[in-house]
C-alpha cells in the first residue's frame, strides 16, 4: 500500500489485517516475559522514580491531578508574582487533597517528601506543614499570597520538570550523563518544537549544531575508532518543527527551501562527527513531509556510506506499516541504512480532535489502545526482518511490548531498545537483571530551559497520567499482574468492534440526527493534488458574465413569491427538510465546483473555501433537523379537560434575505434555507461582488427540489434593492448581515411601512477583543491571533481587532507575533500556499490604507509586513500590520481588514479594562486567554459578546456547536446556527378546540 494513497480504509479492516502479526507460541512468551518483569519490578518499588509514585496518586483521573497539572504546565512562565499566587490559589482550593494523604507509601506523595521536594536548599519549610499532605496543602491555599509559598511551589514545579529534563545546557546534560550510568547511552533532544519564528527556528538550529558538536567531543575514545558502531554512543535527536515556523505540506515549497538545507546542515556535520541523528515524529500532519526530507538525507551525495540516519514511526498512525515498507524500499534503493525508532505516538489525543474537527473521513490512528499496541508489534516484526538494512529502536515502557520484541528475537541482537529519561527506568533495570545479553538501552534526554520544557512536559504528564497508559498501572498493586499485562491480540478479538464505540467517525460526531460536513485532510498530498487540479487551476465559472437584476425583474420575483407563499407553507415540513439535505449532498458532490467559485469570485484561499462549503452544508443538515423538531408536530399544552390546546409555528410569508460578500456562500444558504425549511418562500440578494457562487447555491437548492416560485435570487445593487422590496406590500420579514449602519437602515425603513410589524434579524459587525493575562501560553496566543486577526485577510466580521495583553508578558508575545507575521504568505488564493489574500476591492483596501496612515501619523504602527513585488491586482492588497494604541477608546471602528491593534493592560486593571470593551456597544466576539478561572469568568460576566472563545482562535464558529451572532451594536439575534434561529422566521399559532361541544367530554367519562 502507498502510504500517500488515500483513502485510510475502514479502521476494523486495517486492525484485523494485524492480528496475525504474532504466533500464539510468541503470544504466549511476550505475556509470560512480560508479567515476570511487572512482577520483579514491583518488588523493587522503593527504587522507582519518586515522580512515578505521585502520578500514579495524582493522575488525570481526580481534579488534584489535573489542578497540579495545570500548576506545572503554567506556573513557570507567569513572570508576575500576583498573577502566579492567583493561579496557586485557584488550583489548590480545587483539590480535596487530603483524601491523598497517607495513601500512597512513596515518600513523595507524603507531605515529608513535598517539604523535601518544595523546600530543597531554598526554602525551610517549619515541620508542622510537612507531617501532614493534606493540612499542609490546605495551608498553602490559604496563603497563598505569602512568597515562600509561591517559591516552593515554582521550585516544586521545577523539579516536576526537571524530572523529564538531563540538563538545562548540552553541557550540564553530558557532564551527569557522565556520572550517571543509565544516561551514558543517551540521544539528547534539545527541547523545542513548533518555532513560530525564524528567529526561533535559528536558534534551534544553533542549539543542535553545538550540541553535535558537544555530544562527539564528549564521545569516550573507545568509541572513536575504526569499526565503532554509530549506535554504540549517544546521539541526537531532532525536531523538524523546531527548524522552520511553517513546517506544514501545505507550505511545501517554502518549507523545504529554508528546512531542508538546515536539516542537511545537521546531518551532515552529524555525519561528519560520527554521531547518530534522529528526525522525531510529530503530528501526522506532518508525515509525508518529513518523509520527503528523510529521503532527500538519504539522496545526499556528501555523505553517502554513512551510517547514523534514523527517524522515528508511531505505531498508532493506521498509516504506519506501509510507511515502513515505504522507507525500506528507500533505504534499499539508496543503499542507505536507516536507523527507525517505532514508538507508539504522543499526540493521540490531539489526532483524534484534529480529525472530527476537519470532519476527515477516517481517523489517522487508531481509536483502541490495543490496537496500538498491535499495530507496533506488527511493525516490529518487519523491522526485525528487514535487520541489517534497518537499526531498530524500539522505543516502549511498556513490558508486554518489550517481552513481544524479545519473543520475536530471542537472540536480542542487532537492535536496541529505547526510554525516555524519567520514565520506565525500573523496567529495565529488572530486564537487565533477569535477561542475560539484554540490548542496549538508550534514554531519550531532553536538554533545555525550563521555559522550553511545557509542550514536552504536558505530554509525559498525560502520558503517565492516562489510565491507558502502562506506566500509570504497572507500580500500582491494586491492579492485579494479569490486568496490567494483557495479550492484545486477545483483548482485540474479544471487542464487539475493532474501533472504539466511545469515539464516533468524524461524520458521525452530531450523532444519528445530522451528519458532520465532509471536511478535507491537509496534512495528505493527495488532497493537496485534488485541490490544485480541481479548485486552484478552475477559473471558467467565475469569470462568467453575470447580469444584475432589474427592478421590473425583482417586482415580479416579488409577486412570484407571495403569490406561492400559501402553496409552499403548504408542502410538509418533512418534505422541506428533506430538499436541504439533498442539497447538503449536492454541495459536497461538488465541493470542487464551489470551492473554486470561492476562490476566484470572493479571493478566498483554500483553507477557508473548504470551511466555507462545510458551514453551508452544516446549514442546510442543521436547520432539517431544527425544523423538523420545531414544525413536525405541534406541541401540546396542559390545560382544563374537555379542550385541547396546540401550538405550532407558521411561516411568516415572503423573507427577503441579503448577504454579505465575505461569506458569500455560508451566510447566503444560511439565511435562505433557515426561511425555506420552515416555509416562507424567499427574495435573496447576494453581494454586488459575489453573485456568482449565490446563482449556483440557488441552482442547486431547485435541483434538490426547491419550487422556482419559492426562492428568487436577485444580484443588484444594494439600495436599488432596498428601496423596493422594503416597501413590497406582501413582505414578512427581513434577514441580513453586514455593516451595523445598513441594518440601521433597514430597521428605520421597515419602521416606517404601515401596515404589520416585521420582524428583523440583523448580523453586523464588531470590535472584538481577545483579552491574554500572563498565564497563557505565549505561542498559542501567537497562534490564535495571527489565525483571527489575519486569517481571511482580515475580513471576516469576528476576526480580531484588538489584542489585549497583560503588560508582564506583552513584550515577549508581542515580539514572537512580528516574526510570526514574517512568515505569512501573501498573495493571490488562487496558490495553494497563500495565507492572506487581497481584500473584496481597491476601495476597501485604500480605506484600510487611510487607517493605517491616520494611526502611523500618530506614531501608533508597530509593524507592517512587506508586501511581494508584482502582485496581480496589487491596489487590492494591504499588508498585515499591527498597530500598538494606548487605550481601547483609540480604536473606535471596525477597520475590517487585516489590521491588528494591541493595547496593554495592568494586572490589577483588568475589571476596568473588560469595562472598556464593553462600552464601545458592540458585543460580538471575544477571545480570552488564560490559565485562571477567575479571567475567564470575569470575562465571560462583563462581556457583551455573544461568542466567547477561551484559549482558541476566535473565528470559524461551527454550526450548532457554536451558534453565532452579537448583541448590541452587533446584532439583534437569535444566533445563526443555533436552536432558537427559526423561531424568529415563523409566527405562534395556538389552537384550541373545545371537545366537549360537540355533546360531552368523553374522554373525562371514559376514566377508569
Ligand atoms: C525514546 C523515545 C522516543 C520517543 N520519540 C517519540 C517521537 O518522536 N514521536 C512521538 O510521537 N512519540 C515519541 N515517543 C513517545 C512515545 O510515543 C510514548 O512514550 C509511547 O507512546 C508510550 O508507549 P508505551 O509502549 O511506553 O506505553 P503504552 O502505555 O503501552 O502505550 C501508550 C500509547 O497508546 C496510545 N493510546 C492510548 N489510548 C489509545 C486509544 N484509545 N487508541 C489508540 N491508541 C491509544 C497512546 O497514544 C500511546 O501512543 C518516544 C518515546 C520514547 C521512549
Known sequence: MDFRSPPLRDEAQDVTALLEALSADHRQVALETARRLVAGARTRAEERPYLDAFLQEFGLSNQEGI?????????????????????????????????????????????????????????????????????????????????????ALRRAMTIIGGEFVVGRSIDEALRRSAREPALALASFDMLGEGARTDADARRYHDAYLQAIEAIAAARPAAHSGAGASVHGHSSISIKLSALDPRYALLHRERTLGRL???????????????????IDAEEQDRLELSLQIVEALMRDPLTRGREGLGLAVQAYGRRAPAVIDHLLERARIHARPLAIRLVKGAYWDSEIKRAQERGLEQYPVYTRKASTDVAYLACARRLLEAMPLVYPQFATHNAHTLGAILALRPEAQGFEFQRLHGMGGLLYDEARRQLPAFPPVRVYAPVGPHADLL????????????????????MDERVPLDEVVTDPFVQLRSFDSLSHPGISLPAALYGAERRNSLGLDFGRTASLEWLQQQVLAETSAASRDCRFASQQELAAALQSAADHARSWAATHVDSRAAMLERAAELLEERRAAFMALLVHEAGKTAADAIAEVREAADFCRYYAVQARRLQGTATVLRGPTGETNELTLAPRGVIVCISPWNFPLAIFAGQLVAALVTGNTVIAKPAETTPRVALAFGALLREAGVPEEALHVLPM???????????????AGVVFTGSTATAQWLNRRLAAREGAILPLIAETGGLNAMVVDSTALPEQVVDDAVASAFGSAGQRCSALRLLCLQEDSAERILEMLEGAMDTLVIGDTAALDTDVGPVITAEAAQKLHAHIERMTARGRLRKRCTLPAGLRDAERYVAPTLIEVTDVADLREEAFGPILHVVRYRAQELPQLLTAIRANGYGLTLGVQTRLEYTRQHAFADSLAGNVYVNRNMIGAVVGVQPFGGTGLSGTGPKAGGPHYLTRLTTERVLTVNTTATGGNTALLSLD
Request: net charge neutral.
Open 67 to 151: 489542578a497540579l497539572m495545570c500548576l506545572a504546565e503554567a506556573l513557570l512562565r507567569i513572570p508576575d508574582d500576583d498573577t502566579a499566587d492567583r493561579l496557586i490559589a485557584e488550583k489548590l482550593a480545587a483539590g480535596d487533597w487530603s483524601a491523598h494523604a497517607g495513601r500512597s507509601d512513596s515518600l513523595f506523595v507524603n507531605a515529608s517528601t513535598w517539604g523535601l521536594m518544595l523546600t530543597g536548599r531554598l526554602v525551610e519549610l517549619p515541620a508542622s506543614m510537612t507531617g501532614d499532605a493534606g493540612g499542609f496543602l490546605r495551608s498553602l491555599t490559604q496563603r497563598a499570597s505569602e512568597p515562600i509559598v509561591r517559591q
Open 260 to 278: 531542508l538545507p538546515r536539516a542537511l546542515e545537521l546531518w551532515r556535520l552529524a555525519a561528519e562527527r560520527g554521531i547518530a541523528l534522529t
Open 455 to 474: 509542550a514536552y512536559l504536558v505530554r509525559r504528564l498525560l502520558e503517565n497520567g492516562a489510565n491507558t497508559s502502562f506506566v500509570n498501572r504497572f
Open 717 to 731: 445593487e444594494g439600495r436599488i434593492f432596498g428601496e423596493l422590496a422594503l416597501a413590497h406590500p406582501a413582505l
